[in-house]
């Protein structure tokens, strides 16, 4: 385990996952805040998400997010070095939580408490999908900062692929056909782009709202396409043609056929990937 990190009693590391204890998101929102463990007054656990065991801890004056890794970050595609290269660049831009502990060896990480997130129906309100937008064109503008991965989605499609070719999993996923597609676009759309800073991950449950918006679980974050990005809002949020639209206008003002056409294309291959990622987290024996 890395040099500082919390003993063995408190959090164990097989090479797949941090092992917690019931008392490792006290202890570790302590070290990381330095204060006492008997300054800790609540510790909740956080519901949502797959990759993750998170908590939200309180003291009297303070609140963060307690995260370890639940998952195999390899056949997951998870690169925890990149993400923490990451986390400091936008939490610096205002765009992601201000990081108070990273220990990408160990799979731990504490931010400071963002905001409560966004419910589904915040997402699908059209001020909050122009300032979502406006959020997205910020973190585009960003430098892609040094340790960042490259998001290949080609890359990303083979490997997905090849876990579930591995595990002999076969669905309508790994047909020919869809693979000979998903191939398609995804060179289509990495023609006439360049890579941008990008999230990869823009559910509204990763947007949280504390006065102005913040994005958070950066896991999946790296320089990639940009359209990805927006679709993402766009698949996970549920978005119509009209709310689309009104995303990519808020977006890129003046955006034409070819853009919107683009954008079409990153929304089919991002559900693709996702189901892909979804394939391989449930179904690869040693993602369980």
Not at 104 to 112: F, G, K, M, Y
Request: glycine share 6%.
């Amino acid at each position: 385990m890395a040099a500082g990190s919390l003993d063995s009693a408190n959090a164990l590391h097989d090479g797949r996952r941090t092992l917690v204890t019931s008392d490792f998101p006290t202890r570790t929102a302590a070290r990381a805040l330095g204060v006492p463990a008997e300054a800790i007054v609540s510790v909740e656990p956080v519901k949502h998400g797959l990759t993750n065991d998170s908590w939200l801890v309180r003291t009297q004056t303070d609140a963060v997010i307690v995260r370890a890794s639940n998952a195999a970050e390899e056949e997951l595609r998870i690169d925890r070095a990149s993400e923490a290269a990451i986390l400091r660049a936008v939490a610096a831009a205002g765009i992601g939580p201000e990081v108070l502990l990273c220990e990408p060896a160990d799979r731990i990480l504490v931010t400071r408490y963002a905001g409560t997130t966004w419910t589904q129906e915040d997402a699908l309100r059209l001020p909050n999908i122009e300032r979502l937008a406006g959020l997205l064109a910020r973190l585009h503008e960003l430098e892609v900062p040094a340790g960042a991965r490259q998001v290949e989605l080609i890359s990303a499609i083979e490997g997905y692929l090849a876990t579930l070719d591995r595990y002999q999993v076969q669905t309508g996923l790994t047909s020919q056909p869809v693979r000979s597609r998903a191939t398609e676009i995804a060179q289509e759309l990495s023609r006439s782009s360049s890579a941008r800073l990008c999230h990869n991950d823009v559910h509204h449950l990763n947007v949280v709202e504390a006065g102005e918006l913040r994005l958070v679980d950066w896991e999946y974050a790296g320089a990639g396409e940009p359209l990805f990005d927006l679709a993402s809002a766009c698949v996970y949020n549920g978005y119509d043609r009209v709310q689309r639209e009104a995303l990519l206008s808020a977006y890129a003002p003046g955006a034409g056929a070819d853009m919107w056409r683009r954008l079409e294309l990153a929304c089919w291959l991002f559900e693709y990937i996702r189901d892909l990622w979804l394939a391989v987290r449930y179904r690869a024996p040693s993602s369980e």
